[in-house]
């Protein structure tokens, strides 16, 4: 079974600059997770779908970030402009649900990450 | 508030040892606690799912176990090798008031394990 794609791997702009990260959960996966893990830190969640309805955003800072999850499969993440501060690794994970049923159901599995550098 | 904490922050052993991982949590109503290994450069790679009603989880060489009551746990790896150098996260699904969960985990600042030969 393939696990969570996440491209690009890394990623270096220029402040004020615009950025998008691509994500493509597992098969069959209806919910989704965009994490912000600054360098030192556990993982926040910046926003999580369910098919591709918002299930949470609460932590995402909307005036910069936005991201969409198309026909419910694919989610694109995108930092327009960028800060200093959004220097750091941009996870994404998936889950068959977001919870209920067998213990297996709502465990989040996890993509590789995308590095991203502001200079 | 819902946090999780992890300590120590950074631990170096020899190789052979056992050793034990803490994560403490302030709420007990959780849904599952999960365990992560972090490589440098990688993402997170699942360890063990612990769930609500359970006390304990073991795969190989490793065991989690899991005390509501008291807000702990612990990832104990035995007979630890150079192979185990990693960084472990511990991450909290909370329960909802409906005694589902909203699936936003919670991670700790996470331990960074150091195994030398």
């Known amino acids: 079974e393939a696990g969570v794609a996440q491209s690009p791997r890394y990623k270096i702009i220029e402040k004020r600059q615009s950025v998008a990260f691509w994500c493509n959960p597992i098969?069959?996966?209806?919910?989704l997770y965009w994490y912000q893990q600054i360098l030192g830190q556990g993982p926040k969640l910046l926003i999580q779908?369910?098919?591709?309805?918002?299930?949470?955003d609460s932590q995402l800072p909307k005036d910069r970030f936005s991201a969409e999850r198309l026909k419910g499969v694919d989610s694109t993440l995108k930092i327009q402009p960028a800060k200093l501060e959004d220097s750091a690794v941009y996870l994404c994970a998936s889950s068959f649900r977001l919870a209920g049923g067998p213990m297996s159901y709502n465990e989040q599995f996890f993509g590789p990450g995308t590095r991203l550098t502001v200079l | 508030k819902q946090e999780v904490t992890q300590i120590p922050a950074a631990l170096s052993v020899p190789e052979g040892e056992n050793l034990v991982l803490n994560c403490s949590f302030t709420?007990?109503?959780?849904?599952?606690l999960q365990w992560f290994r972090q490589d440098p450069g990688k993402g997170l790679t699942s360890l063990l799912l612990i769930q609500s009603s359970q006390r304990e989880q073991t795969s190989g060489r490793l065991n989690a176990s899991l005390d509501k009551s008291s807000g702990r746990s612990t990832l104990y790896i035995a007979a630890s090798q150079p192979g185990d150098s990693a960084t472990y996260l511990c991450?909290?699904?909370?329960?909802?008031?409906?005694?589902?969960?909203?699936?936003?985990?919670?991670f700790g600042q996470g331990t960074i394990l150091t195994v030398h030969p």
């Open positions: 991450a909290v699904l909370w329960r909802n008031a409906g005694g589902t969960s909203y699936g936003k985990l919670t």
């Open positions: 098969s069959g996966h209806a919910t």
């Open positions: 779908f369910q098919n591709n309805g918002v299930v949470d």
């Open positions: 709420d007990s109503a959780i849904y599952n």
